[in-house]
């Protein structure tokens, strides 16, 4: 029995959760299972001096718990530093269901992930994600308050998705202001990768300025209606990360830019909605920067989501949503200069001004 225990010890790292690389001081881990319903899910809560620990719930089929788990730590770790730099009086905070969306999800299910997060008593408050849906909201609306991104008729701010397209929108504005002079997209060569909700506004936006759009994503039904709908190109090249475009889009899932496609990359921007886009954050920020493509840091500028769902907390319309979301250009802009004179990349000089308004807080509440 102690043999076979230190195996699996040994094939995870020694301890299941702080021995995972993508462990970094997380405050909580909470394992949800439920038998009747088939409910296994994680919330990872990482840092809550800013306030409660807001973040989406993502339902995707992971090959297996260990891809789940550190799914929720990077994500849950992103949206600390997502909230502190939007200025956001809020935490760090994400759920994982594991299980395949269109054919696992019940209403039973929903509403039992539901119960619990109302056990964490308001520690972590949850949205929606990959996977889960503004009436998956509403159903657990039904059994705590602990959820944002309800529907407009029962008060909430409905979808958080278009909003978030904007700040993804105004992010490349910024990153094309500063890669090419101009923050004009007219003519620019823009590659979409994923076309969900998200995906999908921002290639309308980008559509509407003149943008030479191409989409591609797992599902071709999807590509040729978004296709279809706004005029954009289906990219059918043999490798999309080596394509010759201007900015390069990850709307999909995270990690695109890695160590296989990294030195393939054609694109002078990385400008997308995806969370995680790099597989390391240092490393492949560092090489980015070495070959002058110029990375806009995605829990910066897919902020738009959470700026629209705090509004639920603090009262805030979506006039305001949408103001603090196009601020998203100004501050993308100033870590472009501030890492430029630091001889920083991006991602490290987003990170320090997080960082630094996390310790500030923290300094305070000591005191």
Not at 145 to 159: A, R
Not at 291 to 318: Q, S
Request: net charge negative; aromatic share 8%.
């Amino acid at each position: 029995m102690n043999t076979e225990l230190t195996t699996a010890a040994e094939l995870h790292k020694i301890d299941p959760v702080f021995g995972q690389v993508s462990f970094d001081n997380h405050e909580q881990i909470v394992f949800c299972n439920d038998k009747d319903t088939g409910l296994k899910a994680i919330i990872g809560i990482h840092n809550t001096v800013l306030g409660p620990a807001l973040g989406g719930t993502r339902m995707w089929k992971y090959s297996n718990e260990w891809e789940a788990l550190n799914d929720v730590l990077r994500l849950s770790r992103g949206m600390t530093y997502k909230s502190a730099i939007s200025g956001l009086n809020l935490g760090g905070g994400k759920a994982v269901i594991i299980g395949n969306a269109k054919e696992d999800k019940t209403p039973e299910m929903m509403i039992k992930f539901g119960q619990f997060i109302h056990s964490l008593s308001g520690k972590y408050i949850t949205a929606e994600d990959v996977g889960t849906t503004t009436p998956d909201m509403d159903l657990i609306r039904t059994v705590t308050p602990y959820v944002t991104g309800i529907s407009e008729s029962l008060g909430g701010s409905g979808n958080p998705s278009p909003v978030t397209a904007y700040g993804v929108y105004m992010g490349m504005k910024a990153a094309a202001k500063y890669q090419f002079g101009s923050d004009n997209l007219a003519g620019k060569k823009v590659l979409v990768q994923g076309i969900g909700h998200v995906g999908e506004t921002l290639v309308d936006y980008l559509s509407k300025e003149g943008a030479l759009v191409e989409i591609t994503d797992i599902n071709q039904q999807r590509v040729e209606e978004v296709a279809a709908k706004y005029g954009a190109r289906i990219f059918n090249g043999a490798d999309l990360y080596s394509a010759d475009v201007d900015i390069y889009a990850p709307c999909a899932l995270g990690a695109t830019v890695n160590d296989d496609t990294i030195y393939k990359l054609n694109a002078k921007v990385i400008a997308g909605a995806a969370n995680n886009q790099l597989a390391n954050e240092e490393i492949h920020g560092r090489i980015l920067k070495e070959r002058g493509i110029l990375y806009a840091p995605d829990f910066l500028i897919n902020a738009g989501g959470i700026i629209n769902v705090y509004g639920e907390i603090v009262k805030y319309g979506k006039e305001e949503a949408m103001r603090r979301t196009e601020n998203i250009f100004n501050t993308a802009t100033d870590i472009f200069n501030l890492a430029d004179e630091k001889g920083m990349t991006t991602y490290q000089a987003a990170l320090a001004i997080a960082e630094k308004r996390i310790a500030d807080r923290k300094k305070e509440n000591a005191q």
